[in-house]
């Protein structure tokens, strides 16, 4: 079971450009969630994806948008680039059918550089 | 709304030293309580986690973490560190109804734990 996988491992881009960011979950894992780590900060959920739609969203402005695609798999967006979205991106997969606790499991991240 | 506070931004500890680190939260409703640990360039791994029962839970690799309600607290105890341990600890929260787990985590800013050989 190869768990959570993200890609691109690093990213440096310009202010004002565009970036896709992208996850695949763990087996049998049909939600995911990202999350914004700032340097020196914990993880902040940006939103979270269950049957191709967004369930859940924190305090992100528009410019972060996503995808989930029928094979569970998700993308991130961020469009006009500040500086300030400089952070490590991470995704978090689970499984949300079903009673009981469902872990969340967190990919290795993205590091997103805006310059 | 819920939070997390961690006072200790970064706490060194000497080698078979015992260490605890502190968290509190905020919240108008019940929650689940975790810590996750986050190894340098690696994401976050579950360490332990607070659903419901035993106020006392314990990890596999020593660690253990206390639920106190009437402090709003679930602070994080190792009675003696090895070098392997350091890394950055997060608290974490989520609420307890709906779907269970799969609720948003609201994370504290972190404690660096360094172990001093």
């Known amino acids: 079971d190869a768990g959570v996988t993200q890609s691109p491992t690093h990213l440096i881009k310009t202010r004002g450009q565009q970036v896709t960011l992208r996850c695949s979950p763990k087996?049998?894992?049909?939600?995911v969630s990202w999350y914004q780590q700032a340097l020196g900060q914990g993880p902040q959920f940006i939103f979270q994806?269950?049957?191709?739609?967004?369930?859940q969203r924190g305090n992100f402005p528009d410019r972060f948008s996503g995808h989930q695609f029928p094979n569970y798999s998700s993308e991130l967006n961020v469009n006009a680039l500040l500086l300030g979205d400089s952070a490590l991106y991470l995704c978090?997969?689970?499984?949300?059918?079903?009673?009981?606790?469902?872990?969340?499991?967190f990919g290795p991240g993205t590091r997103l550089t805006v310059t | 709304a819920q939070s997390v506070t961690q006072l200790d931004s970064q706490v060194p500890v000497f080698e078979e030293a015992p260490v605890e680190l502190r968290c509190n939260y905020s919240s108008s409703v019940s929650v689940y309580l975790f810590w996750y640990v986050q190894y340098p360039n690696q994401g976050l791994q579950l360490l332990l986690k607070?659903?419901?029962?035993?106020?006392l839970v314990k990890s596999i690799n020593g660690f253990e973490a206390e639920f106190n309600k009437s402090q709003t607290s679930f602070h994080l105890r190792k009675p003696s560190v090895h070098i392997s341990d350091t890394a950055e600890y997060f608290c974490?929260?989520?609420?307890?109804?709906?779907?269970?787990?799969?609720?948003?985590?609201?994370f504290g800013t972190g404690t660096r734990l360094t172990i001093i050989p």
């Open positions: 974490a929260v989520s609420v307890s109804y709906f779907n269970f787990g799969n609720e948003k985590l609201t």
């Open positions: 978090a997969s689970s499984a949300l059918a079903g009673l009981g606790f469902h872990e969340q499991y």
């Open positions: 994806y269950y049957e191709e739609e967004e369930r």
């Open positions: 607070y659903l419901s029962g035993s106020t």
């Open positions: 087996s049998g894992h049909d939600t």
